[in-house]
């Protein structure tokens, strides 16, 4: 029996957690300080832990907990490789800044079943531990589908009419894909492979590539939450739900769940010289790369600000699976990378798009002339998190897509450098002409020239200035990850 200072313990208490968390939150439902303190002591205790763990996978090893036998070859099993454990960062990290963000937020709005809230997020943080640090396929569907059922009465917070009608299309795209396709896949899997078990190089060399390409259509397709066209439809729908519930959704776990799930499958199932050698990732390349582009261009036709940073989050999840797609260890890398980037800079627009409706009742982009004279913390933020999208120095996104493109000249691909290049030039105009209206034009109101100050609450504005701050300091930062990244193809040693 593991003990608690184990790395298997450590595996343990860092599920657990989340999930005792939101045992506990119910308990103060009539005292929201205490009820929040549990929510950000967890938070910090959850982050507390995956450090820890974090030491030992630097150092080339692969904590483990053997689990729990289900069928023979098929258990419940967790072991921590680099790239769990950079998701398992970033998502305990933001956890602990999206719980300091809707205290302000949900407090001010004056928003229902708060006590709810909290206790859904913590589940939806439990599972997705549970996702980062699964050991094989079938761990890795039972954390997917829970995340999917904690974070659907998140999706439906409000109970209106629209609320319910998104989260049955949030239901049906997730559950229906996932059970559809997602399991079939894995059971194809297991019978060709005669193992669900993550492997490094792959379980499935020897299989035939036609069947490979099936398979990882099966697998991209049936990952619902990675939002590749045409299953996207549910993300733009979510934003009908509370604004911490959609950095949720874009930053922190659901869509970032889906896209880890397809680099971990590409990585630890199909294997990289196994898919590259069948010329079964080819097509994915393209289907990635023509969601990239589309996504884009509907943004751009966006007015609700919350809409257009959704289908902006469609397009930048793509840059992930097309470097998933180019199967080698430069592109891996450069989505690795991404899922860090994407989430500091996507949660702070959020969060600044959050602040705005908070502080303006604001969410369309053609109200918001000027509002950067009332809210001068905010939109300095939404500058630097759109730069970071964008890809520029000294910004994180801009890492990110220079190891995506050099991923993409490795495996030969002029072409993607080429849609890569394109796609920042359409961040540049879906972003940046927000930031221009904000800050030149001047507001409708009389009295413009004498606007005071109108900013969100404090943990509000203390949130997204934390995010902001990290779109700059990752980029200067970004080594360590690449170090952490780079463990996936070291020969590891594992521990228990």
């Known amino acids: 029996m593991s003990t608690i200072a184990s790395p298997a313990g450590l595996i343990l208490l860092a599920l657990a957690v989340p999930f005792a968390a939101s045992a506990v939150i119910p308990l103060f439902r009539r005292r929201p300080n205490l009820r929040e303190a549990v929510t950000l002591i967890a938070a910090a205790v959850l982050f507390a832990l995956v450090l820890a763990i974090a030491g030992p996978v630097m150092g080339d090893a692969r904590p483990q907990w053997a689990g729990i036998q289900v069928l023979p070859g098929v258990a419940i099993a967790f072991q921590v ?19 300091i963000y809707s205290i302000g937020y949900m407090r001010a ?5 708060q006590t709810g809230y909290y206790v859904c997020f913590a589940l939806a943080l439990g599972s997705t531990i549970g996702i980062a640090f699964s050991a094989n396929l079938f761990t890795m569907f039972l954390f997917y589908e829970a995340l999917t059922l904690s974070t659907f009465p998140l999706v439906t917070h409000h109970r209106d ?29 297991f019978m060709l492979a005669g193992t669900v078990r993550f492997e490094p190089g792959g379980i499935l060399a020897g299989t035939g590539g036609t069947l490979l390409a099936v398979l ?29 519930v959609s950095a949720l959704l874009h930053a922190v776990a659901v869509v970032k769940a889906g896209v880890f799930c397809v680099v971990k499958i590409v990585v630890y199932v199909f294997g990289l010289e196994t898919l590259a050698a ?9 289907v990635g790369s023509a969601s990239l582009l589309l996504a884009s ?17 469609i397009s930048q999840l793509a840059y992930i699976v097309v470097g998933a797609a180019l199967a080698n260890a430069t592109s891996i890398a450069g989505s690795g990378l991404h899922i860090a980037t994407h989430a500091v800079g996507k949660i702070t627009l959020f969060f600044c798009a959050g602040a705005i409706y908070t502080a303006l009742h604001k969410t369309e982009i053609s109200d918001m002339a000027g509002i950067g004279r009332k809210m001068p913390v905010t939109m300095t933020a939404f500058l630097i998190g759109s730069l970071s999208i964008i890809g520029l120095p000294p910004f994180a996104g801009t890492w990110s897509k220079w190891v995506l493109a050099l991923g993409a000249l490795d495996a030969g691909y002029v072409s993607v450098v080429a849609v890569l290049m394109i796609s920042s ?17 001047p507001l409708p109101e009389p009295s413009a020239g004498a606007a005071k100050l109108q900013e969100a609450p404090a943990p509000c504005l203390v949130a997204l200035c934390v995010t902001a701050a990290l779109c700059i300091v990752l980029f200067f930062q970004a080594g360590v990850i690449e170090n952490l990244l780079a463990g996936i193809f070291a020969s590891p040693s594992s521990t228990g």
């Open 81 to 99: 490789e680099p790239l769990g454990m950079l998701f398992a960062l970033v998502a305990s990290a933001l956890w602990i800044v999206n719980s």
């Open 109 to 113: 709005n004056d928003e229902p079943r």
């Open 161 to 189: 009419a629209e609320a319910m009608r998104s989260g049955r299309l949030y239901l049906l795209l997730l559950l229906g894909s996932s059970l559809l396709l997602f399991l079939p896949a894995i059971i194809i899997t």
């Open 216 to 244: 990882l259509g099966l697998y991209v397709f049936g990952i619902g939450k990675a939002a590749v066209m045409p299953l996207h439809r549910w993300l733009p729908a979510a934003m009908v739900a509370p604004t911490p």
């Open 278 to 286: 069948a010329g079964a990732n080819d097509w994915l390349v393209y």
């Open 297 to 313: 261009c509907i943004a751009l036709t966006r007015d609700n600000l919350k809409a257009r940073l959704a289908y902006s989050t």
């Open 425 to 441: 030039l359409l961040n540049v105009a879906y972003l940046l002409p927000i930031v221009a209206r904000a800050f030149f034009l």
